[in-house]
């Protein structure tokens, strides 16, 4: 009964190299969400994609960063050119339907930690 | 918009007596509301959630919240903290047919034996 599974969890990468976070959904789902955390603060939206779709990317960042969500394999969150302020908790969440506000459960991971040096 | 604001960034408490989680929210639609925990370098855990039915709501572990529509709050209490209670906790709200939570600044919990 496997969960969200995200790798991998710590990631340490020095400044302008990239990272690459990946996330298998719950089986059955396919709702992926990608949040990102900070320090002392909650969780930030940043998309959420359907199988080969990106349909919400409100709360991305508008360079160096893009996801994806391929056919086959796992959601990607990819970061070019990694800066120190991009150091977080990076949590990808699935659901089996996009209607959160009357299904209301995302299933999360336990997260990608991301250290810029 | 819709927003969410959980008053207090810490609470402590001895084990055993109730723990007290505030949370206002602001929201243009009849929001959904939920409570998440998070315990330590883990994923969060949805704890419950209300979505326009009772508005007396409860959850896992022994906690419950009650919608306050007046009040535009959404306060999560448990009756006796466990140890196993600490952990931070997020009041979260979502439009109605929404694809996307909003998340408050989180609560941690602290319990004392």
């Known amino acids: 009964n496997a969960g969200v599974m995200q790798n991998p969890r710590h990631l340490v990468r020095r400044r302008g190299q990239e990272a690459r976070l990946r996330c298998s959904p719950m089986?059955?789902?396919?709702?992926v969400y990608w949040y990102r955390q900070l320090p002392e603060e909650g969780l930030k939206f940043m998309v959420y994609?359907?199988?080969?779709?990106?349909?919400?990317e409100s709360g991305m960042p508008k360079e160096r960063f893009s996801a994806e969500f391929p056919k086959e394999g796992p959601s990607i969150l990819r970061i070019q050119q990694v800066v120190r302020g991009d150091s977080a908790a990076y949590f990808c969440?699935?659901?089996?339907?996009?209607?959160?506000?009357?299904?209301?459960?995302?299933?999360f991971g336990e997260g990608s930690r991301l250290t810029v040096l | 918009a819709q927003s969410v604001t959980q008053l207090d960034s810490h609470v402590s408490v001895s084990e055993g007596t109730p723990v007290l989680l505030r949370c206002n929210y602001s929201s243009s639609y009849s929001p959904s509301l939920f409570w998440y925990v998070q315990h330590p370098n883990k994923g969060l855990q949805l704890l419950l959630k209300?979505?326009?039915?009772?508005?007396l709501v409860k959850g896992i572990n022994g906690f419950e919240a009650e919608f306050k529509k007046s009040e535009t709050s959404f306060h999560l209490t448990k009756p006796s903290a466990h140890m196993s209670d600490a952990a931070e906790y997020f009041c979260v709200v979502s439009m109605a047919a929404g694809n996307k939570l909003t998340f408050g600044g989180g609560t941690r919990v602290l319990v004392k034996p």
């Open positions: 969440a699935s659901s089996q339907t996009g209607d959160l506000a009357n299904t209301g459960e995302l299933f």
């Open positions: 089986k059955g789902h396919s709702h």
């Open positions: 209300y979505t326009s039915a009772a508005t």
């Open positions: 994609l359907q199988k080969e779709n990106i349909i919400d």
